[in-house]
């Protein structure tokens, strides 16, 4: 099984600020890492697919990049609607995603 | 647009099997090019992936369920479903129902159903 880290589970940021993401990945799964955004009591979200590809509808301010085992999530200027959980899939084998890093307003 | 809809049960005795069904609103599920998929998620925990399926009725499975896990398709009523097995309090969660856009990534989701394993 290909293990997904997500370091640190809880991420403080303010308005305004830019932040990155980080996603590990146990072996290489190439760019076959995906991204979501969950807020509470929502089902997730699809923010970026294959490691940079940005999703129709999804603000610019969102940038994935990374290959092979680590991949990171850039968020820049965060808007008060960006607070949640954010949540990297990898798909080169049996789906799983990581645990999650839940991004909070300092 | 494209909606899903879980539905089912809410509550399911241990042992028991749980089954839900999505039904795809807006569009056929018998496009081509899409997967139908479910995910669970146990409450405050992170989401797991259960299991795909395509028109064709191919589906595919995740190891660790793969013994108590079927899912099912009907196109003419546009709707697949899910079938677990001997049911335990570990399998409490929300489950998701989504469409596979490509790559097992997943574009639409259903809102959810909570399904609480219980006697």
């Known amino acids: 099984d290909i293990q997904v880290t997500q370091s640190p589970s809880s991420l403080s940021a303010s308005a305004g600020d830019s932040v990155t993401l980080p996603c590990r990945a146990s072996q290489n799964i190439h760019r076959y890492l995906h991204w979501y955004q969950q807020k509470p009591g929502k089902a997730p979200q699809l923010l970026i697919s294959t490691a940079s590809s940005l999703q129709s509808g999804v603000p610019s301010r969102f940038n994935g990049s990374g290959s092979g085992t680590d991949f990171t999530l850039t968020i820049s200027s965060l808007q008060p609607e960006d607070f949640a959980i954010y949540y990297c899939?990898?798909?080169?084998?049996?789906?799983?995603f990581g645990q999650g890093t839940k991004l909070e307003i300092k | 647009q494209v909606q899903l809809q879980e539905s089912g049960p809410g509550l399911v005795k241990p042992s028991q099997t749980l089954s839900l069904t999505c039904t795809v609103s807006g569009g056929s599920i018998r496009s081509g090019t899409y997967y139908w998929t479910w995910i669970r998620q146990a409450a405050g925990k992170g989401l797991e992936w259960i299991g795909r399926?395509?028109?064709?009725?191919?589906?595919s499975y995740n190891p660790s369920l793969k013994s108590r896990v079927s899912i099912s398709i009907d196109t003419s009523k546009n709707q697949f479903s899910l079938m677990l097995s001997s049911v335990t309090a570990a399998d409490t969660a929300m489950y998701f129902c989504a469409r596979d856009v490509a790559d097992d990534a997943y574009d639409i989701w259903g809102q959810g159903i909570v399904v609480s394993v219980s006697s």
């Open positions: 399926i395509f028109s064709s009725g191919s589906a």
């Open positions: 899939q990898q798909t080169y084998s049996t789906p799983s």
